[in-house]
């Protein structure tokens, strides 16, 4: 549909982007003598491991157009990290495409796959602001629940999982997997299941529903989206895939081929040589936890209470008050978080705490929480 409204612009069918409404506090946070703690996003800081750039730089020279669904290396690298870290297996080539970021695939998916008007799209009730935009721009019905019995005899086109849980970390457990499977599959609802802090596991052991014993042995209506963003400080070259169903992913590459949606081929190459690499994830792995440990135990010196957190790269914590008001208390200490309402309405009393900063940004917002 084009819009011809005068003055009608994208920004007004979708919500306002949250992190705009930060920047008073960001002012005051920035204001600090030993300035600015940013915990505010998830945004890596470490170095984009040398396998990667190694890679990057050898497929440098790279003049032609790169196929849409990806040089069969990066497929296959992607099929192999899932068996190999996940246990996912029975998975063909023709399952899984490289995505330019796992964002534009949540903000676009719902829309590539036909979902429009009528439609309902459901997501977590604190969840990644992205899955609302995504039903928004297909002109779905967007409903945050967490409770199915909630939607009566409702038969939504799509519902989004997401586990480990942005911004909460929780793990949903396998028998909740399995139900929530057996329950699209009997209503014809596409599962969609956002699991790029796979991981990012400190607590619990997240399964992706792609694994066997929570889809028995098949992928009919699924989908799930990895990204290498977090695990291997690649969110720069914006590396990500979907795999699944044969034939909702043929119906995503046909629609990405007409939209030109192709990851770079320089890309490709870097993103299959970091999956083909366990060894720096580790180590970044043992980075995070560091900072998580030292993080956790200041803020609950400080009066705080963590909730969930048993993976991502956030601490969902709470002092028991209006989240705005959490925000501004750190603000004056020099730290920046994200208030818990950017999230949904149940996040009101919550704000989320990333632990992506450098060990010495960590240090030092220890050193404000326990001042």
């Given amino acids: 549909m084009v819009l011809r409204t005068p003055g009608r612009r994208v920004s007004a069918r979708l919500p306002d982007f949250p992190w705009d409404s930060l920047a008073a506090h960001k002012a005051t946070a920035s204001a600090h003598p030993d300035g600015l703690v940013d915990l505010s996003v998830g945004t890596p800081v470490d170095p984009t491991p040398e396998v990667a750039r190694a890679a990057l730089r050898e497929h440098a020279d790279s003049p032609g157009y790169p196929v849409t669904i990806g040089v069969e290396r990066v497929r296959q690298a992607c099929l192999d990290w899932l068996e190999r870290r996940h246990g996912v297996t029975g998975l063909g080539l023709d399952q899984v495409i490289p995505s330019i970021g796992s964002k534009e695939l949540v903000a676009t998916l719902a829309q590539h796959l036909g979902v429009g008007p009528g439609d309902t799209v459901v997501f977590p009730e604190l969840a990644y602001p992205t899955y609302e935009v995504g039903a928004a721009l297909a002109g779905a019905t967007p409903v945050a629940t967490d409770s199915l019995v909630s939607l009566g005899p409702t038969a939504p086109a799509l519902l989004w999982l997401n586990s480990p849980s942005n ?34 596991a400190w607590e619990a052991e997240p399964v992706s529903v792609l694994h ?7 992928t009919e209506g699924i989908l799930a989206l990895h990204s290498l963003s977090k695990r291997s400080n690649l969110a720069g070259y914006r590396c990500a895939f979907v795999a699944g169903d044969p034939d909702l992913v043929g119906e995503l590459l046909a629609v990405r081929k007409n939209l030109g949606l192709i ?79 950017f999230y949904g309405s149940a996040g009101s009393r919550h704000v989320r705490v990333a632990f992506t900063a450098t060990d010495e940004r960590i240090g030092a917002a220890v050193e404000r929480l326990l001042g």
């Fill in 212 to 218: 066997p014993s929570i889809n028995g042995g098949s």
């Fill in 263 to 341: 990851v770079p081929g320089p890309m490709q190459h870097a993103m299959a040589a970091a999956l083909d690499d366990d060894a720096h994830a580790d180590e970044q792995h043992a980075r995070y936890a560091a900072r998580r440990s030292a993080l956790r135990a200041a803020l609950e010196s400080a009066g705080f209470r963590v909730d969930h957190s048993e993976a991502s790269l956030y601490l969902w914590s709470s002092r028991d008050e209006d989240c705005w008001d959490t925000v501004s208390w750190l603000a004056d200490r020099g730290i920046l978080v994200a208030p818990g309402s």
């Fill in 167 to 200: 911004p909460t970390g929780r793990v949903l457990p396998p028998d909740h997997l399995r139900k929530v499977v057996e329950w699209c599959r009997e209503r014809g609802t596409v599962l969609v299941s956002d699991e790029c802090y796979l991981e990012c």
